[in-house]
């Protein structure tokens, strides 16, 4: 299995709700990412879990908390928000591997925020 | 953050045609990862690159690792129409779990 799942596809919320998006992967992976993607722009950085500990915060606002419930499962928790986070949000994992690390990205969510 | 300038910014080719896209960087990156995305998707990874000169096929696809290790080069021979898409280089500063920076992005029009 050489999958990056994520659900759900689209996700359409307000300001007020709060929302979770979902990241699965089992290839074994220790390294879990999440990226944020504006339209016509590449992926930019948000969080990275090492061995199921937050390693990297890219600076990202609290209305975005991440979760790693175990080496498979990635979660983004979402609270109010803004339109301006509206965006294609990426799941990635790889091996956190001395030498190799290709990142393995999911088909990501479709996120507007209302 | 870093920035890795791609070129062409677009292509439109005829089918069959070969494509050569680069990337630069005013870094030294110890990696250097090739993508490809469909609208609506996540990217796809289709080379990998990790010593500088390196150079690495798969299937129609071609990438290299420039000497300088602030650059990298992607063909495609032989294009086709489902070649259509976004290609994006990506870089690492070093192993293990960190950050990939994006190239701006190449897009592809394939014409049949």
């Known amino acids: 299995d050489t999958e990056v799942t994520q659900t759900p596809k689209h996700l359409v919320m307000g300001m007020t709700n709060k929302k979770s998006l979902k990241c699965e992967q089992h290839?074994?992976?220790?390294?879990m990412y999440w990226y944020k993607q504006k339209a016509k722009k590449p992926p930019e950085l948000m969080f990275v879990?090492?061995?199921?500990?937050?390693?990297i915060n890219e600076s990202v606002p609290s209305r975005f908390s991440p979760e790693c419930p175990n080496s498979s499962l990635l979660n983004l928790h979402l609270h109010a928000l803004q339109p301006e986070d509206s965006a294609l949000y990426l799941c990635?994992?790889?091996?956190?591997?001395?030498?190799?690390?290709?990142?393995?990205f999911g088909p990501g969510t479709r996120l507007t925020v209302l | 953050g870093q920035q890795l300038n791609q070129s062409p910014q677009s292509m439109f080719i005829q089918e069959g045609e070969d494509v050569s896209m680069n990337c630069t960087s005013s870094?030294?990156?110890?990696?250097w990862l090739w993508y490809k995305q469909d609208p609506g998707e996540g990217p796809v990874l289709l080379i990998a690159?990790?010593?500088?000169?390196e150079l690495t096929s798969n299937g129609r696809l071609t990438a290299q690792f420039g000497i300088t290790r602030k650059d990298s080069f992607l063909n495609i021979s032989a294009s086709i129409p489902s070649d259509v898409g976004i290609y994006f280089c990506?870089?690492?500063?070093?192993?293990?779990?960190?950050?990939?920076?994006f190239g701006t992005g190449t897009r592809l029009t394939v014409i049949p």
């Open positions: 879990y090492s061995y199921e500990k937050l390693s």
């Open positions: 990506a870089g690492q500063f070093r192993a293990g779990a960190n950050n990939l920076f």
């Open positions: 990635a994992s790889s091996q956190d591997h001395p030498s190799y690390n290709e990142q393995f």
């Open positions: 290839m074994g992976h220790r390294a």
């Open positions: 690159l990790y010593k500088a000169g």
């Open positions: 870094s030294i990156f110890n990696t």
